[in-house]
């Protein structure tokens, strides 16, 4: 991407108001097409809602969210389907859907006349399954499903859409390590592969820096940092933002930090150092 062109995604001085309080105010944020960003800090300081924003699900008071230099606010629903797709926090289990049936509810954006599916959403659908590993499930009502299952099962629904854009509020949430790394490793392979361009909220700072181009640092609803996961894994950075004592393997790559109680094998002086 040449330096004058257009993010694919920008949020300029955004104010979002919730119940009579201020999440952001003024808040300006910008994704290239491409990278990976991963969205990280306290409880509360405002990631879902920001991501919950840039996905058109909340209008801000003010300012503006655009995608592909287009006001997101006055696109049509189908065509911000066909270009982004989010997978949110918390969703209602429907009843009597099946997985497949769920996962072909992303197609929507791209079915046909009455919402007909054609040959083209079928194989859309056939891959997410396979992506996620839900094959087996697909009959399945989503309602029997375990919590991971159903998890997979919505990311499923993400990943069908086929959008270039893809926003994703902690997928890793229900997952025993086996299915996280699946899924940090799939949406990877789907970036590096496709070009997909994704701006996920991660809570485990390790795997934020493993699976992203960049770290965007949150607190209090303000930017407090971002960039690539080597320059903002800091011991300092993270004490300002989480308030919490940590070390940084030295050595590591992609680099790893780890709170005070974990003791290693290091030499006293390399662990201050690494500090
Ligand atoms: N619908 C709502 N009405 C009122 N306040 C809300 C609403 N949704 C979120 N908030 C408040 O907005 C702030 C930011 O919440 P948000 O869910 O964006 O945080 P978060 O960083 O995603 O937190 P977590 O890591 O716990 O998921 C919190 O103070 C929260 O209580």
New binding site residues.
């Given amino acids: 991407m040449s330096a004058s062109s257009p993010p694919l995604l920008a949020a300029d001085a955004i104010a979002v108001r ?4 201020t ?1 952001f105010d003024a808040l300006s944020v910008q994704f290239d097409a491409g990278r990976v960003y991963a969205l990280c ?12 924003t840039l996905a058109g699900l909340i209008a801000p008071a003010s300012g503006q969210v655009r995608l592909e230099g287009q006001d997101l606010a006055r696109m049509r629903p189908r065509d911000r389907a066909r270009r982004l797709a989010m997978l949110a ?1 918390s969703h209602l289990t429907p009843t009597g859907l099946t997985v497949r049936e769920l996962v072909a509810c992303g197609r929507f954006a791209h079915a046909g006349p009455g919402h007909r599916l054609r040959a083209a959403d079928t194989t859309a659908i056939d891959h997410a399954l396979a992506l996620t590993g839900l094959e087996a499930l697909a009959g399945r009502d989503v309602a029997t499903l375990s919590g991971g299952q159903r998890q997979r099962a919505w990311l499923a629904m993400a990943l069908a859409q086929e959008g270039t854009l893809l926003l994703l ?2 997928p890793t949430t229900y997952l025993d390590v086996h299915h996280q790394i699946d899924v940090l490793e799939t949406v990877r392979r789907l970036n590096r592969e496709h070009g997909l361009t994704v701006v996920w ?1 991660l ?1 485990d700072l390790n795997q934020a820096a493993a699976f992203s181009d960049e770290l965007l640092l ?1 607190k209090s ?1 303000h930017l407090v940092a971002r960039g690539t996961p080597d320059a903002l894994m800091q011991p300092a950075l993270m004490r300002e933002v989480f308030e919490v004592e940590m070390w940084r393997l030295p050595g590591s790559t992609p680099p790893v930090c780890l709170p005070r109680y974990v003791s290693a094998p290091l030499p006293h002086d390399q662990r201050v150092q690494a500090c």
């Fill in positions: 919730l119940g009579g309080q999440i800090g306290p409880n509360g300081c405002g990631k879902s809602t920001l991501l919950r926090q509020d902690e909220v809570h949150m609803g």
